[in-house]
């Protein structure tokens, strides 16, 4: 039996809901969460507030006038100025059309700094005229000098990330050949076989060298 192929995610048809909190109060739940998962905030000295709501308020004075720049530069300053707040996002950030509001994460913000916040930025100013991740916005946000680079992975969505494997699909296998590792829900997984080893040694028929084995530590 091969390893089942890997089901595309569902997207959610309801809408995501965005608490507005100040900067304040999102800096007291991004210690928190650090806290939770037992990450060490020592690093970013964020028992420091005023230091974190000065450097932050010139991030958001930052943003303002780059979007007034972009606006009258690109667009003959035929868009309106958008709301922009930082939010509790793990990464990047949004734009929400209705509310007409950007939102960039104050975690990726503490932890990489003001060049991955222009980033996002742009890449939400380009959603504010294309929502979708369209060859249109990627054009636009070329245009205004995005990169297009995915958004950093940082310490709060890596824990995320960890404890979500480790709790949904605690199993983890590893096949003997390729010595690829592979997480599954239960350990009907050491039935399977490595679908790409069986692929490239065996025409796709089920091998049982290419079984799964018990991954190490």
Same mark, same amino acid.
């Given at each position: 039996?091969? &390893?089942? /192929?890997?089901?595309?995610?569902?997207?959610?048809?309801?809408? /995501?809901? !965005? #608490?507005?909190?100040?900067?304040?109060?999102?800096?007291?739940?991004?210690?928190? &969460?650090?806290?939770?998962? $037992?990450?060490?905030?020592?690093?970013?000295?964020?028992?420091?507030?005023?230091?974190? %709501?000065?450097? %932050?308020?010139?991030?958001?004075?930052?943003? !303002?006038?780059?979007?007034? #720049?972009?606006?009258?530069? @690109?667009?003959?300053?035929?868009? #309106?100025? =958008?709301?922009?707040?930082?939010?509790?996002?793990?990464?990047?950030? !949004? *734009? @929400?059309?209705?509310?007409?509001?950007? $939102?960039?994460?104050?975690?990726?913000?503490?932890?990489? $700094?003001?060049?991955?916040?222009?980033?996002? %930025?742009?890449?939400?100013?380009?959603?504010?005229?294309?929502?979708? @991740? #369209? =060859?249109?916005?990627?054009?636009?946000?070329?245009?205004?000098?995005?990169?297009?680079?995915?958004?950093?992975?940082?310490?709060?969505?890596?824990?995320?990330?960890?404890?979500?494997?480790?709790?949904?699909?605690?199993?983890?296998?590893?096949?003997?050949?390729?010595?690829?590792? *592979?997480?599954?829900?239960?350990?009907?997984? %050491?039935? !399977?076989?490595?679908?790409?080893?069986?692929?490239?040694?065996?025409? $796709?028929?089920?091998?049982?060298?290419?079984?799964?084995? =018990?991954?190490?530590?």
């Amino acid at each position: 039996m091969h &390893a089942p /192929r890997k089901q595309g995610k569902k997207k959610s048809v309801t809408g /995501r809901r !965005y #608490s507005e909190r100040s900067t304040l109060e999102l800096i007291a739940a991004y210690r928190r &969460a650090l806290s939770r998962f $037992g990450i060490e905030e020592t690093e970013f000295d964020l028992e420091n507030e005023f230091f974190w %709501l000065f450097r %932050l308020d010139r991030f958001i004075a930052l943003a !303002y006038r780059t979007f007034d #720049s972009i606006n009258r530069e @690109h667009f003959q300053s035929s868009l #309106s100025r =958008p709301t922009i707040i930082f939010c509790n996002r793990s990464s990047g950030g !949004y *734009y @929400h059309k209705s509310r007409h509001t950007i $939102g960039i994460s104050l975690a990726m913000t503490v932890e990489y $700094g003001e060049a991955e916040f222009m980033e996002t %930025l742009l890449h939400e100013i380009a959603h504010i005229l294309v929502q979708s @991740h #369209s =060859p249109a916005f990627y054009n636009i946000l070329g245009r205004i000098g995005g990169s297009g680079r995915k958004a950093p992975t940082t310490l709060l969505l890596r824990r995320k990330r960890e404890r979500f494997l480790t709790e949904r699909y605690p199993i983890r296998v590893r096949c003997p050949e390729c010595k690829k590792e *592979y997480r599954y829900r239960t350990r009907r997984a %050491l039935s !399977y076989a490595c679908r790409p080893c069986c692929e490239r040694f065996s025409g $796709g028929r089920f091998d049982v060298r290419f079984r799964f084995v =018990p991954a190490e530590g």
